[in-house]
């Protein structure tokens, strides 16, 4: 492949290692469908997936994709990628992190704890890096530090294209309906998302909620219809299945691990319960309700390790299900807006809706040079 000349003007892409149509790769598409002379490629394990139709399905690490990225003027990723062709000095590498704020350590940061095979490729992929997106003044001083990048890299501080949505109110209130009619949820009802990140381990007990409680205490303090929205990582999803359809037949929660657009997803809840997930800070941006529900958090900590004490952050913390019930029931909502305020503030946020503009802007830039 490393003989193959490059395409002027196409452009490979991959979202989380070959899934569908989403996230912030998705929303540079959107922008690149406008420009003349462009081959856009999407990467995908399943070419069932629905693609808007300027953009061509390529079986995810087939030949055919080797020869897409080995032709390519360009690639656009969101995680590091096991990279079966060599980057070509003249091709561009724009790397759209996925992550839009860290809580547990990340890369070389965690790098006692990730396995060899991992951190080999990531410090290949970190060599060849043209431009690295970044939201906020946390994030750009973690990718300094621990992405493995090189001084030829650039942090591109013009916020994460996924999170232009918030700051459009016409698209986040349609997105809203579409998401609950889809999902058949009131306009009026209150929703609960839980969305745990995953640990290196079978135990399902650290995910178990008691969420009859949860909507019972909730009802009580919204004078809502409450209505729960389970979203596990695709690494748990297995383990948790059978605790999901028992929630679901007990017609307390609605299953919706499947559901490709996390931002969409989020925007349509109004409130989250998340443990380590980077997800909470895209709530907070939204203004809406997040909570930390961490029943190993002192394993965790030594497992993985974290930048801050939950404890630091402006989302108040429960370790058990009794003190998730009191979290809830003591919730101050503004107390809670006031300190998630001075908390963004204090991060120096990089969003102004306008990255996916940006960073179009700057990845055609880097092509035609």
Not at 36 to 46: A, C, Q, R
Not at 95 to 107: C, P, R, T
Request: proline share 2%; hydrophobic share 35%.
């Amino acid at each position: 492949m490393s003989l193959l000349p490059i395409k002027k003007g196409k452009i490979v892409f991959s979202n989380f290692q070959g899934s569908g149509f989403g996230d912030s790769p998705a929303e540079i598409a959107k922008k690149l469908k406008y420009y003349k002379g462009l081959d856009l490629v999407w990467l995908v394990k399943d070419l069932d997936e629905p693609m808007p139709k300027y953009i061509r399905k390529v079986k995810y690490r087939s030949v055919k994709a080797c020869y897409e990225l080995g032709t390519a003027n360009a690639w656009v990723d969101n995680v590091r990628d096991e990279h079966l062709v060599l980057k070509k000095k003249k091709q561009v590498y724009l790397q759209l992190w996925h992550g839009s704020f860290s809580i547990k350590k990340i890369e070389k940061d965690a790098s006692d704890k990730l396995n060899l095979r991992y951190l080999l490729n990531a410090i290949y992929d970190g060599k060849i890096i043209d431009g690295i997106t970044c939201g906020n003044s946390n994030q750009e001083k973690i990718f300094r530090r621990a992405f493995y990048l090189k001084n030829k890299n650039q942090i591109l501080r013009y916020g994460t294209p996924r999170n232009d949505v918030f700051y459009d109110k016409n698209r986040v209130d349609n997105i809203r309906k579409n998401v609950r009619k889809m999902l058949g949820i009131g306009e009026k009802d209150f929703v609960v998302l839980y969305a745990p990140t995953f640990r290196n381990t079978q135990n399902k007990d650290v995910y178990c909620v008691d969420f009859e409680s949860v909507v019972d205490i909730f009802e009580r303090k919204t004078h809502q219809k409450v209505i729960i929205l389970i979203k596990l990582h695709p690494n748990i999803k297995n383990i948790g299945i059978s605790y999901c359809k028992e929630l679901v037949n007990k017609k307390v929660a609605l299953e919706v691990s499947d559901f490709s657009d996390s931002v969409k997803l989020g925007i349509g809840a109004d409130a989250i319960i998340t443990d380590y997930s980077s997800y909470i800070y895209d709530f907070a941006i939204l203004g809406k309700i997040g909570i930390f529900f961490a029943k190993d958090y002192k394993d965790y900590t030594k497992e993985r390790g974290l930048y801050k004490k939950l404890e630091e952050y402006p989302f108040p913390l429960a370790t058990t299900n009794e003190k998730l019930i009191e979290v809830i029931n003591r919730f101050d909502l503004l107390k809670y807006r006031r300190d998630v305020k001075e908390w963004l503030e204090e991060l120096k946020i990089y969003e102004t809706g306008k990255s996916s503009e940006k960073i179009t802007e700057w990845l055609i830039g880097k092509m035609s040079k």
